[in-house]
């Protein structure tokens, strides 16, 4: 999961201290987060979605899988 809100991120010309100040959490969760160091709860999941749409067809390819 990290890897795909990485590229999400990525792909949206974010920082991670810009998309985590979008979701409201640190810089330090952000890369948290995208290292799979910590797993987003629903809320920060629906958060990450809500910023990066582009993360929904990520995760939606994955399950097609």
Known sequence: ???KIR????LADLT???LGRRCGW???RQGELERDEVTPTTNQLARLVETLPILTE??????RR
């Open 7 to 10: 590229w999400a991120r990525r």
């Open 58 to 63: 990520l995760l939606n390819d994955e399950d």
């Open 1 to 3: 999961l990290g890897g």
């Open 16 to 18: 991670q201290t810009e």
């Open 26 to 28: 640190s810089l330090s």
